[in-house]
């Protein structure tokens, strides 16, 4: 079956860095997504990985590994307002995006 | 990028009325659309593609005829809750892809839906 497993809450301090892991298992691959969600919003589009390593867009990184089915979103020089729920989904041979349920970020003083 | 909106933004009804949320791409056409369903504290749960011209996908468990989908228009997609009930609470979210890219959806702002 389709799975995308990552944490359900971190926490991690403001200024500091945190990363935020993701596996994935798909009927096929067309590439990982990471969406940034604030309580009571649509998600926003964040980043987008379809070949290995890493992309880099100014604080927030991704990276894809496909051979192992990992993917990880790095978000450094944390703000409060980084505070929100990370989704990751990966889009699977029929260009459907799988979700995962999303981690949570609480970001402290 | 792309834009997609969403009309109304939140809706109060009571049990046993329809309503209905529209879903746009204002800048680009979009070939498929998706509706997805956020339950407090709960990931995004797809409950139907739609396609330009064609009958929608439902996903499992959905109900066809509650929840009518029209997608009319390359622009123009409609979620019907029909009959709507206390537990049909829910943030409802659309998604549009543009034809040709199958890479990006792009998220309308969300309905808000509270059926008393």
């Known amino acids: 079956g389709q799975n995308i497993d990552q944490p359900t809450e971190m926490t991690a301090t403001e200024g500091a860095i945190v990363q935020i892991n993701c596996t994935y298992q798909?009927?096929?691959?067309?590439?990982l997504f990471w969406y940034q969600q604030h309580a009571g919003e649509a998600p926003t589009f964040l980043s987008y990985?379809?070949l290995d390593g890493l992309e880099e867009k100014g604080r927030f990184s991704s990276f894809l590994s496909r051979s192992k089915g990992y993917s990880y979103l790095l978000l450094k020089e944390l703000q409060m307002k980084d505070s929100a729920s990370y989704l990751c989904?990966?889009?699977?041979?029929?260009?459907?995006?799988?979700w995962g349920a999303g981690t949570k970020l609480i970001i402290k003083p | 990028g792309a834009v997609v909106s969403q009309h109304p933004s939140w809706v109060i009804c009571k049990s046993g009325t329809s309503v209905k949320i529209e879903c746009r791409s204002l800048d680009f056409q979009a070939t498929t659309m998706f509706w997805y369903r956020q339950f407090p504290k709960q990931s995004l749960m797809l409950m139907a593609t739609s396609n330009e011209g064609s009958k929608a996908t439902y996903e499992q468990g959905v109900e066809k005829d509650k929840f009518l989908i029209n997608h009319a228009s390359l622009t123009l997609s409609t979620l019907t809750v029909t009959s709507a009930h206390p537990e049909d609470s829910s943030f409802y979210i659309c998604?549009?892809?543009?034809?040709?890219?199958?890479?990006?959806?792009?998220f309308g702002p969300g309905t808000r839906l509270t059926v008393l």
């Open positions: 798909t009927s096929g691959f067309n590439g």
């Open positions: 990985n379809v």
């Open positions: 989904a990966a889009m699977d041979s029929n260009y459907q995006l799988i």
């Open positions: 998604s549009a892809r543009s034809s040709g890219d199958h890479n990006e959806q792009f």
